[in-house]
T-cell receptor, first 116, second 108 residues
Framework: ETGVTQTPRHLVMGMTNKKSLKCEQH?????MYWYKQSAKKPLELMFV???????ENNSVPSRFSPECPNSSHLFLHLHTLQPEDSALYLC???????????????FGQGTRLTVV | KNEVEQSPQNLTAQEGEFITINCSYS?????LHWLQQHPGGGIVSLFM???GKKKHGRLIATINIQEKHSSLHITASHPRDSAVYIC??????????FGTGTRLQVFP
Protein backbone atom coordinates (compact mmCIF):
# COMPACT_ATOMS: atom_id res chain seq x y z
CA GLU A 1 0.00 0.00 0.00
CA THR A 2 1.68 3.18 -1.21
CA GLY A 3 -1.01 5.67 -0.21
CA VAL A 4 -1.99 6.36 -3.82
CA THR A 5 -5.27 4.73 -4.87
CA GLN A 6 -6.45 4.35 -8.44
CA THR A 7 -9.87 3.29 -9.65
CA PRO A 8 -10.96 1.34 -11.50
CA ARG A 9 -8.21 -1.31 -11.60
CA HIS A 10 -9.45 -2.64 -14.92
CA LEU A 11 -11.47 -0.94 -17.65
CA VAL A 12 -12.68 -2.13 -21.02
CA MET A 13 -14.19 0.53 -23.23
CA GLY A 14 -15.33 0.91 -26.80
CA MET A 15 -13.87 3.53 -29.09
CA THR A 16 -16.99 5.68 -28.83
CA ASN A 17 -17.26 5.53 -25.03
CA LYS A 18 -16.37 8.22 -22.51
CA LYS A 19 -14.84 7.08 -19.25
CA SER A 20 -12.71 8.53 -16.46
CA LEU A 21 -9.84 7.23 -14.40
CA LYS A 22 -9.50 8.42 -10.83
CA CYS A 23 -6.46 8.83 -8.61
CA GLU A 24 -6.51 9.81 -4.95
CA GLN A 25 -3.74 10.40 -2.43
CA HIS A 26 -3.76 11.65 1.13
CA UNK A 27 -0.01 11.85 1.56
CA UNK A 28 0.02 15.63 1.61
CA UNK A 29 1.72 15.75 -1.80
CA UNK A 30 1.08 18.66 -4.11
CA UNK A 31 2.48 17.14 -7.30
CA MET A 32 0.55 14.48 -9.17
CA TYR A 33 1.41 12.67 -12.38
CA TRP A 34 -0.17 10.48 -15.03
CA TYR A 35 2.05 7.90 -16.70
CA LYS A 36 1.31 5.45 -19.51
CA GLN A 37 2.96 2.04 -19.64
CA SER A 38 2.60 0.14 -22.90
CA ALA A 39 3.88 -3.37 -23.41
CA LYS A 40 7.66 -3.60 -23.74
CA LYS A 41 8.11 0.18 -23.41
CA PRO A 42 9.37 2.35 -20.57
CA LEU A 43 6.88 4.36 -18.58
CA GLU A 44 5.97 7.54 -20.40
CA LEU A 45 5.08 10.72 -18.59
CA MET A 46 1.76 12.15 -19.76
CA PHE A 47 0.85 15.02 -17.44
CA VAL A 48 2.18 16.78 -14.36
CA UNK A 49 0.15 18.87 -11.95
CA UNK A 50 1.76 21.06 -9.31
CA UNK A 51 -0.55 22.68 -6.78
CA UNK A 52 -3.55 21.86 -9.03
CA UNK A 53 -2.01 23.59 -12.05
CA UNK A 54 -0.94 21.61 -15.09
CA UNK A 55 2.77 22.17 -15.59
CA GLU A 56 3.53 19.49 -18.13
CA ASN A 57 1.69 18.01 -21.10
CA ASN A 58 4.01 15.60 -22.84
CA SER A 59 2.41 15.98 -26.29
CA VAL A 60 -0.55 13.87 -25.26
CA PRO A 61 -3.45 13.62 -27.74
CA SER A 62 -6.53 15.62 -26.80
CA ARG A 63 -8.61 12.46 -26.44
CA PHE A 64 -6.91 12.29 -23.00
CA SER A 65 -8.09 15.13 -20.79
CA PRO A 66 -6.72 15.47 -17.25
CA GLU A 67 -8.40 17.25 -14.38
CA CYS A 68 -7.04 18.12 -10.95
CA PRO A 69 -9.80 19.62 -8.78
CA ASN A 70 -7.63 19.63 -5.66
CA SER A 71 -4.21 18.45 -4.56
CA SER A 72 -5.53 15.06 -3.45
CA HIS A 73 -7.42 14.04 -6.58
CA LEU A 74 -6.47 13.60 -10.21
CA PHE A 75 -8.65 12.41 -13.03
CA LEU A 76 -7.97 11.32 -16.58
CA HIS A 77 -11.00 11.70 -18.82
CA LEU A 78 -11.02 9.44 -21.87
CA HIS A 79 -13.04 9.82 -25.06
CA THR A 80 -12.89 8.37 -28.56
CA LEU A 81 -9.82 6.32 -27.73
CA GLN A 82 -8.05 4.02 -30.16
CA PRO A 83 -7.05 0.38 -29.62
CA GLU A 84 -3.39 1.48 -29.44
CA ASP A 85 -4.27 3.45 -26.32
CA SER A 86 -4.68 0.16 -24.49
CA ALA A 87 -2.09 0.22 -21.70
CA LEU A 88 -1.54 0.45 -17.98
CA TYR A 89 -2.15 3.98 -16.74
CA LEU A 90 -0.33 4.84 -13.55
CA CYS A 91 -0.81 7.77 -11.24
CA UNK A 92 1.94 9.02 -8.96
CA UNK A 93 2.41 11.78 -6.40
CA UNK A 94 5.36 13.49 -4.80
CA UNK A 95 6.51 16.64 -3.09
CA UNK A 96 6.51 19.21 -5.92
CA UNK A 97 9.73 20.03 -7.65
CA UNK A 98 11.76 17.69 -5.51
CA UNK A 99 12.49 14.70 -7.72
CA UNK A 100 16.05 15.94 -8.12
CA UNK A 101 16.45 16.24 -4.39
CA UNK A 102 16.21 12.61 -3.33
CA UNK A 103 12.43 12.63 -2.96
CA UNK A 104 10.42 9.55 -3.77
CA UNK A 105 7.50 9.36 -6.11
CA UNK A 106 4.64 7.19 -4.84
CA PHE A 107 2.73 5.20 -7.44
CA GLY A 108 -0.77 3.80 -7.54
CA GLN A 109 -1.64 0.26 -8.62
CA GLY A 110 -2.59 1.42 -12.07
CA THR A 111 -5.65 1.03 -14.27
CA ARG A 112 -5.35 -1.63 -16.96
CA LEU A 113 -7.23 -0.11 -19.91
CA THR A 114 -8.36 -2.10 -22.93
CA VAL A 115 -9.92 -0.26 -25.86
CA VAL A 116 -11.99 -2.47 -28.14
CA LYS B 1 18.52 4.72 -27.87
CA ASN B 2 16.89 5.12 -24.48
CA GLU B 3 18.69 7.44 -22.10
CA VAL B 4 18.35 4.81 -19.39
CA GLU B 5 19.39 1.29 -20.32
CA GLN B 6 18.88 -1.79 -18.19
CA SER B 7 20.35 -5.25 -18.49
CA PRO B 8 19.40 -7.96 -18.68
CA GLN B 9 15.85 -7.52 -19.98
CA ASN B 10 14.83 -10.90 -18.60
CA LEU B 11 16.37 -12.92 -15.82
CA THR B 12 15.54 -16.37 -14.50
CA ALA B 13 17.03 -17.69 -11.29
CA GLN B 14 16.73 -20.54 -8.84
CA GLU B 15 15.73 -19.74 -5.30
CA GLY B 16 18.77 -18.76 -3.26
CA GLU B 17 20.81 -17.38 -6.14
CA PHE B 18 22.51 -13.99 -6.06
CA ILE B 19 20.93 -11.61 -8.58
CA THR B 20 22.43 -8.53 -10.24
CA ILE B 21 20.52 -6.06 -12.41
CA ASN B 22 22.37 -3.24 -14.09
CA CYS B 23 21.36 0.27 -15.10
CA SER B 24 23.35 2.69 -17.24
CA TYR B 25 22.27 6.21 -18.03
CA SER B 26 23.48 8.97 -20.30
CA UNK B 27 22.04 12.06 -18.63
CA UNK B 28 23.58 13.91 -15.72
CA UNK B 29 21.76 13.12 -12.53
CA UNK B 30 21.72 13.87 -8.84
CA UNK B 31 19.92 10.68 -7.80
CA LEU B 32 18.69 7.39 -9.18
CA HIS B 33 15.57 5.41 -8.25
CA TRP B 34 15.10 1.68 -8.21
CA LEU B 35 11.46 0.60 -8.43
CA GLN B 36 9.71 -2.74 -8.23
CA GLN B 37 6.59 -3.53 -10.25
CA HIS B 38 4.59 -6.63 -9.35
CA PRO B 39 2.39 -8.47 -11.86
CA GLY B 40 -0.68 -6.54 -10.68
CA GLY B 41 0.93 -3.36 -11.99
CA GLY B 42 1.58 -1.32 -8.87
CA ILE B 43 5.02 0.21 -8.48
CA VAL B 44 6.89 0.47 -5.21
CA SER B 45 9.99 2.53 -4.62
CA LEU B 46 12.89 0.38 -3.39
CA PHE B 47 15.78 2.80 -3.28
CA MET B 48 16.75 6.31 -4.06
CA UNK B 49 20.48 6.92 -4.04
CA UNK B 50 22.92 9.54 -5.14
CA UNK B 51 26.22 7.95 -4.11
CA GLY B 52 27.75 4.80 -2.75
CA LYS B 53 25.56 2.01 -1.55
CA LYS B 54 22.27 1.37 0.25
CA LYS B 55 20.95 -1.83 1.79
CA HIS B 56 17.42 -2.87 2.74
CA GLY B 57 17.19 -6.45 3.91
CA ARG B 58 18.32 -8.69 1.05
CA LEU B 59 18.44 -5.83 -1.44
CA ILE B 60 21.56 -3.79 -2.10
CA ALA B 61 21.86 -0.88 -4.52
CA THR B 62 25.09 0.73 -5.63
CA ILE B 63 25.80 3.70 -7.83
CA ASN B 64 28.88 5.10 -9.54
CA ILE B 65 28.08 8.65 -10.59
CA GLN B 66 31.32 9.07 -12.61
CA GLU B 67 30.64 5.94 -14.65
CA LYS B 68 26.88 6.63 -14.81
CA HIS B 69 26.07 3.14 -13.69
CA SER B 70 24.01 1.57 -10.92
CA SER B 71 23.40 -2.02 -9.88
CA LEU B 72 20.66 -3.68 -7.87
CA HIS B 73 21.63 -6.89 -6.09
CA ILE B 74 19.34 -9.41 -4.47
CA THR B 75 20.95 -11.88 -2.10
CA ALA B 76 19.36 -15.27 -1.35
CA SER B 77 16.64 -14.70 -3.96
CA HIS B 78 13.13 -15.98 -3.28
CA PRO B 79 10.13 -16.60 -5.56
CA ARG B 80 8.39 -13.60 -4.00
CA ASP B 81 11.16 -11.43 -5.51
CA SER B 82 9.71 -12.20 -8.94
CA ALA B 83 8.76 -8.85 -10.43
CA VAL B 84 9.90 -6.22 -12.90
CA TYR B 85 12.69 -4.02 -11.58
CA ILE B 86 12.92 -0.54 -13.07
CA CYS B 87 15.55 2.13 -12.69
CA UNK B 88 14.62 5.76 -13.19
CA UNK B 89 16.56 9.01 -13.19
CA UNK B 90 15.21 12.52 -12.71
CA UNK B 91 16.22 15.03 -15.34
CA UNK B 92 14.41 17.99 -13.96
CA UNK B 93 12.39 18.74 -10.89
CA UNK B 94 9.26 16.97 -12.13
CA UNK B 95 10.33 14.36 -14.64
CA UNK B 96 11.69 10.86 -14.35
CA UNK B 97 13.20 8.92 -17.26
CA PHE B 98 12.58 5.22 -16.89
CA GLY B 99 14.44 2.18 -18.11
CA THR B 100 12.50 -0.56 -19.86
CA GLY B 101 12.75 -2.79 -16.81
CA THR B 102 14.22 -6.18 -16.01
CA ARG B 103 11.75 -9.01 -15.62
CA LEU B 104 12.95 -11.36 -12.88
CA GLN B 105 11.52 -14.81 -12.27
CA VAL B 106 12.78 -16.81 -9.32
CA PHE B 107 11.82 -20.48 -9.26
CA PRO B 108 11.67 -22.64 -6.12
Amino acid sequence: ETGVTQTPRHLVMGMTNKKSLKCEQHLGHNAMYWYKQSAKKPLELMFVYNFKEQTENNSVPSRFSPECPNSSHLFLHLHTLQPEDSALYLCASSVPGQLLMNTEAFFGQGTRLTVV
Amino acid sequence: KNEVEQSPQNLTAQEGEFITINCSYSVGISALHWLQQHPGGGIVSLFMLSSGKKKHGRLIATINIQEKHSSLHITASHPRDSAVYICAVPYNTDKLIFGTGTRLQVFP
